[in-house]
DNA sequence: AACGGTGTTCCTTATTGAGGAACAAGGAGA
DNA sequence: TCTCCTTGTTCCTCAATAAGGAACACCGTT
């Protein structure tokens, strides 16, 4: 591990967080290292444009390098491109949000989304985080795990409660796998977040293994049981969908 | 200048370039550092999910921590959303793709860009970087810059001729700056690429500063001068919006 | 079975990153 | 207006630590 790297990393996530930007004094006071040493990693990044002044003061900002490489790394997942047609189809028919994640150390990540109403702010919130257990969309990616991939994913989840719904057991976690693998879709019933439901399916690849997910979310008022029995074929439908167009 | 943050840099430029992404012989040959360096690295960086190996293998790629900092370098521009509507409806009017450009370093950046056809991928060509001297948008932030930032883009700019068209002399280049600022838009008449014309105007901010530029681009066979002169009020009316919008 | 090609680990050295202190610049307050 | 903080920036010295060579482990090919 590179300690200056390291460093570097972490300034990037401090600014990350503070949307105002931060002078030398603060990151310093923040990773607690000194102001020179805090002042020559900023400026290595500035070289980069990984951070930038914010008009010519001592205020540093994240950089619009950040904009180049996410237009990088979007073009190498034709996956979006794909995918995105088929999503603002399914939006269109079940007139709630829909999301399509991958996964990354056992963890989702928000790749894709379409809303309802607007069009706008389509990047907004992809990149987001969230774990797996408590999550439609990864109830349905972990139902397809071979055996030994669901025992690494184990022994790296928290199983964090996040609303009295959430399940936290193994065993009960093992239950709903079998649900899902017979039924070809999942639910989420507020384990996440109180109010929230959402109706989620795996996408497969060529090799068959489960590779993405997409889900239906909305708030518990509009997603009713009658409703959400409506929703499902179609979700299921469209992520049959995805996964041919990737060679499925 | 911090050596090791530099090399990390370095090979995250060198990933962006090679979506299959690379290897570790691969880049310690491309940087001249020795392999052990290099893995040392990559593992800081991965450790940071700047970059991830594919399917466990040994070869690297840009990692999805990029969306996650684009997200968040977005969601302090909110000049995006302020313009995005604006530009959505310019397209809609003029039928062609509009642009919405910044400055860093007198290098322009494409930060939204709004297409007739598809609302799909609309983040995919922001985060490209031009040259100022040959777009339309580029000459109509230089057209406002005060005496002094001018001296200092025209000691920047190295005049490249990218058609036989481009201006590739100073008095040339102010020449058509004072009709700019006359006319209160700016053509680029096959200058940056042969078959493209556009049209441009800048965008002010509260204290009466060029900040941004949009732009509406088409083939030379739809955009004749007729057209263009359609057009020209209508990209002037959605910058002089987004200048309002920022609080001009 | 031997070879050439990977990625990874270890270890030693001197390169280079770190931090203290001094400096410059700017703003607030008296 | 002058002073006194608090900024960011620069410099310099020392030792922490990053770098690179070499050895290792692994895989696929010949």
Redesign the interface.
């Known amino acids: 591990?590179?300690q200056?790297?390291?460093r570097?990393?972490i300034i990037?996530?401090c600014l990350?967080e503070s949307?105002k930007g931060l002078g030398v004094t603060d990151l310093s006071k923040k990773l607690g290292v000194a102001k020179s040493t805090v002042h020559?990693?900023l400026?290595?990044?500035e070289?980069?444009?990984?951070v930038?002044k914010v008009n010519n003061e001592g205020i540093y900002?994240?950089?619009?390098k950040?904009?180049?490489?996410?237009?990088?790394?979007?073009?190498?997942m034709n996956i979006?491109?794909l995918a995105?047609?088929i999503l603002?189809e399914l939006t269109k028919t079940v007139a709630e949000i829909t999301h399509l994640v991958?996964l990354?150390?056992f963890e989702l990540?928000y790749?894709d989304k379409v809303e309802s109403t607007s069009?706008?702010?389509?990047?907004?919130?992809?990149?987001?985080?969230a774990p797996m257990h408590c999550t439609g969309v990864g109830k349905a990616m972990a139902a397809y795990f071979p055996e030994k991939k669901l025992e690494r994913f184990f022994s790296h989840t928290d199983w964090k409660a996040f609303t009295p719904y959430t399940i936290t057991k193994e065993e009960d976690f093992r239950a709903e796998l079998d649900r899902i693998r017979e039924k070809g879709y999942s639910l989420d019933d507020e384990e996440h977040e109180e109010g929230i439901r959402c109706v989620a399916a795996p996408v497969f690849n060529h090799q068959g293994e489960v590779q993405y997910a997409i889900s239906a979310t909305g708030p518990t008022n509009r997603m009713n049981n009658k409703r959400i029995e409506e929703i499902i074929p179609l979700v299921k439908k469209a992520a049959y969908k995805i996964s041919k167009a990737i060679g499925y």
């Open positions: 591990m590179v200056s790297v390291d570097a990393m990037l996530d990350k949307p020559r990693l400026s290595t990044l070289k980069h444009r990984y930038k900002q994240l950089g619009l950040f904009l180049e490489m996410n237009h990088a790394v979007m073009e190498n979006v491109e995105h047609p603002d991958m990354e150390n990540v790749i069009t706008i702010r389509i990047y907004s919130q992809t990149g987001r985080r």
